[in-house]
């Protein structure tokens, strides 16, 4: 968000020199005010084409292994739905509700490891938590092979989501360490549009596995064992090649590293502390924000779980055979992609991604009322409208925007990200459970609840932007009464090619008769304070 009016040379986000006037203590929040404070490099002179091409190579570095990450995270927890078509029922001998537990219980698991996960990403070394979970569920998924039976199925697929509760954590604290809240959004989309190519490829690979004819294993010991492992396989390069962080980038040079670090100074968030701080927790469960989040995330993961645990089944209800419900998955996973990019791409270009969320419940509720009054007989529509409502998956990635970007603070960011996938796993547990297979062919009960949570997302996703709209107004009246500028503008959500050079804000600070110094002591950017105490940090809806 950025104003039009004058902005006052005090409420210019400065840019660091090595000037040895820092407090001490200020340096010891954020690791990034430390790193800065040490370097060598004169960080008042880096250009936009210097920072373009930092951004260009940690995209080039980063971006991948978090994509990957997420897609094998998504292939292996999907596995379940793949091979619900090809006789895990029967094989496994499941009973009632079994299925939908064995379903349920991933996100049972994810969501009593949130605490912990908060935790650990504070204060340990991120690239490694990523590379050891995807080593460990990636086991877990491979063990599965030998289960024949539910409670072993179950205690695995518990294994399987407690290891997995790291990985979307870790992707939404590596986009806020590397990238300006500008970039978040698209970022934060691209990794979770790796849930449409994981239902094109997973759906290939099982069209694939399934096809093999042999007695030795049932057809969905094959798929998880081979999906389990190709993702420990991963894990290997996760491990020696994700660093843990800007500071700590064997990749980039040193000059390299600086301009990583100081282009965030924009964001008001900080980077890293790996300091555990209670101040922040109390801050996380007192700030009304919080739970607008956690309800926001729980109106979208209640349908995504029903729908991702029973899309399969719902698309062979139909009419369709097992093999067609595999491959007409794959147009599923299109749309997934397409909507998921597109509503990254229309939160940036309208700069709102509460509005954004609205737009994409329309089809999601169009779809639901399809396949909830068309009848069975006419296939192709059906499979329309579930194609229309498909199209939800673009909701998730915007709310983990909306939430990271409107938090700062270490630790009260890694507690809100918690609290926001406590409120995933709580809808993904809830999800399946509104479906059994006894409600075939309709499935009017799961299709129900999900039309009436589509409508409450919407409603939701517009009282955040009025309550961000309403902190933004308190935080200008917070900078007039320190004798700041009301009107600031936020660079961190402007076009790269619109951010002014180190050196032109040096200049614009000299001849406003402020020294790089004072600019420093006062900027908050690296101090670790929370958004609600920091009066320059600028909300965005």
């Given at each position: 968000?950025?104003?039009?009016?004058?902005?006052?040379?005090?409420?210019?986000?400065?840019?660091?020199?090595?000037?040895?006037?820092?407090?001490?203590?200020?340096?010891?929040?954020?690791?990034?005010?430390?790193?800065?404070?040490?370097?060598?490099?004169?960080?008042?002179?880096?250009?936009?084409?210097?920072?373009?091409?930092?951004?260009?190579?940690?995209?080039?570095?980063?971006?991948?292994?978090?994509?990957?990450?997420?897609?094998?995270?998504?292939?292996?927890?999907?596995?379940l739905s793949y091979v619900s078509i090809f006789g895990l029922t029967d094989d496994a001998h499941l009973v009632g509700q079994q299925y939908s537990w064995l379903g349920?219980?991933?996100?049972?698991?994810?969501?009593?490891?949130?605490?912990?996960?908060?935790?650990?990403?504070?204060?340990?070394?991120?690239?490694?938590?990523?590379?050891?979970?995807?080593?460990?569920?990636?086991?877990?998924?491979?063990?599965?092979?030998?289960?024949?039976?539910?409670?072993?199925?179950?205690?695995?697929?518990?294994?399987?989501?407690?290891?997995?509760?790291?990985?979307?954590?870790?992707?939404?604290?590596?986009?806020?360490?590397?990238?300006?809240?500008?970039?978040?959004?698209?970022?934060?989309?691209?990794?979770?549009?790796?849930?449409?190519?994981?239902?094109?490829?997973?759906?290939?690979?099982?069209?694939?596995?399934?096809?093999?004819?042999?007695?030795?294993?049932?057809?969905?010991?094959?798929?998880?064992?081979?999906?389990?492992?190709?993702?420990?396989?991963?894990?290997?390069?996760?491990?020696?090649?994700?660093?843990?962080?800007?500071?700590?980038?064997?990749?980039?040079?040193?000059?390299?590293?600086?301009?990583?670090?100081?282009?965030?100074?924009?964001?008001?968030?900080?980077?890293?502390?790996?300091?555990?701080?209670?101040?922040?927790?109390?801050?996380?469960?007192?700030?009304?924000?919080?739970?607008?989040?956690?309800?926001?995330?729980?109106?979208?993961?209640?349908?995504?779980?029903?729908?991702?645990?029973?899309?399969?089944?719902?698309?062979?209800?139909?009419?369709?055979?097992?093999?067609?419900?595999?491959?007409?998955?794959?147009?599923?996973?299109?749309?997934?992609?397409?909507?998921?990019?597109?509503?990254?791409?229309?939160?940036?270009?309208?700069?709102?991604?509460?509005?954004?969320?609205?737009?994409?419940?329309?089809?999601?509720?169009?779809?639901?009322?399809?396949?909830?009054?068309?009848?069975?007989?006419?296939?192709?529509?059906?499979?329309?409208?579930?194609?229309?409502?498909?199209?939800?998956?673009?909701?998730?990635?915007?709310?983990?925007?909306?939430?990271?970007?409107?938090?700062?603070?270490?630790?009260?960011?890694?507690?809100?990200?918690?609290?926001?996938?406590?409120?995933?796993?709580?809808?993904?547990?809830?999800?399946?459970?509104?479906?059994?297979?006894?409600?075939?062919?309709?499935?009017?009960?799961?299709?129900?609840?999900?039309?009436?949570?589509?409508?409450?997302?919407?409603?939701?996703?517009?009282?955040?932007?009025?309550?961000?709209?309403?902190?933004?107004?308190?935080?200008?009246?917070?900078?007039?009464?320190?004798?700041?500028?009301?009107?600031?503008?936020?660079?961190?959500?402007?076009?790269?090619?619109?951010?002014?050079?180190?050196?032109?804000?040096?200049?614009?600070?000299?001849?406003?008769?402020?020294?790089?110094?004072?600019?420093?002591?006062?900027?908050?950017?690296?101090?670790?304070?929370?958004?609600?105490?920091?009066?320059?940090?600028?909300?965005?809806?």
């Amino acid at each position: 968000m950025a104003s039009d009016k004058k902005v006052d040379p005090d409420a210019i986000a400065p840019v660091p020199s090595n000037d040895e006037t820092l407090p001490v203590a200020r340096q010891k929040r954020d690791k990034a005010a430390g790193f800065l404070a040490t370097v060598s490099e004169d960080v008042t002179s880096f250009t936009y084409e210097e920072e373009k091409s930092v951004l260009r190579k940690i995209d080039r570095r980063v971006l991948p292994i978090l994509l990957l990450a997420y897609f094998f995270q998504q292939l292996d927890k999907s596995s379940l739905s793949y091979v619900s078509i090809f006789g895990l029922t029967d094989d496994a001998h499941l009973v009632g509700q079994q299925y939908s537990w064995l379903g349920s219980i991933l996100y049972l698991a994810q969501l009593v490891m949130q605490p912990l996960a908060a935790f650990l990403l504070v204060k340990l070394p991120t690239g490694k938590i990523i590379a050891v979970a995807i080593f460990f569920w990636g086991t877990s998924l491979t063990l599965m092979s030998a289960c024949t039976n539910f409670p072993s199925l179950l205690g695995l697929r518990f294994c399987l989501g407690t290891f997995e509760a790291m990985i979307a954590p870790s992707c939404i604290a590596v986009t806020q360490m590397w990238f300006r809240r500008s970039e978040q959004t698209m970022r934060n989309s691209l990794w979770n549009g790796m849930n449409g190519l994981t239902a094109i490829v997973g759906s290939l690979v099982t069209y694939g596995l399934g096809s093999i004819h042999q007695t030795s294993l049932f057809k969905y010991q094959i798929i998880f064992m081979f999906c389990g492992l190709f993702t420990v396989t991963y894990s290997v390069f996760v491990f020696f090649l994700m660093p843990d962080s800007p500071m700590e980038a064997k990749f980039l040079s040193e000059r390299e590293k600086v301009i990583a670090v100081e282009r965030l100074r924009a964001n008001q968030m900080g980077i890293i502390s790996r300091e555990w701080r209670w101040d922040h927790v109390l801050e996380t469960f007192l700030d009304p924000k919080t739970y607008m989040w956690f309800f926001l995330i729980l109106s979208i993961s209640i349908p995504s779980g029903g729908i991702s645990t029973f899309g399969n089944l719902v698309v062979k209800s139909f009419g369709y055979t097992a093999f067609q419900a595999i491959l007409f998955n794959i147009p599923f996973g299109v749309i997934q992609i397409i909507s998921i990019v597109g509503g990254g791409w229309m939160a940036t270009k309208i700069k709102s991604k509460g509005w954004t969320i609205v737009f994409f419940t329309i089809p999601s509720v169009v779809g639901t009322v399809i396949m909830l009054t068309v009848s069975r007989e006419k296939k192709g529509v059906l499979l329309f409208g579930y194609y229309l409502v498909s199209m939800f998956a673009s909701i998730t990635p915007l709310v983990y925007a909306f939430q990271a970007q409107n938090t700062a603070g270490d630790t009260k960011r890694k507690c809100t990200s918690a609290v926001v996938f406590v409120g995933m796993c709580v809808g993904n547990v809830v999800g399946p459970q509104l479906y059994s297979p006894s409600q075939a062919p309709e499935y009017r009960p799961g299709l129900t609840a999900n039309l009436i949570l589509f409508v409450i997302e919407a409603i939701i996703s517009i009282l955040c932007m009025l309550y961000l709209k309403f902190l933004n107004k308190r935080h200008a009246r917070q900078r007039e009464q320190a004798g700041k500028s009301a009107n600031v503008v936020d660079e961190s959500m402007m076009d790269k090619s619109n951010v002014r050079s180190g050196k032109a804000v040096a200049i614009e600070l000299e001849e406003a008769g402020q020294t790089n110094a004072r600019a420093i002591a006062e900027d908050k950017g690296f101090d670790d304070t929370t958004d609600l105490e920091n009066e320059d940090f600028i909300y965005v809806y």
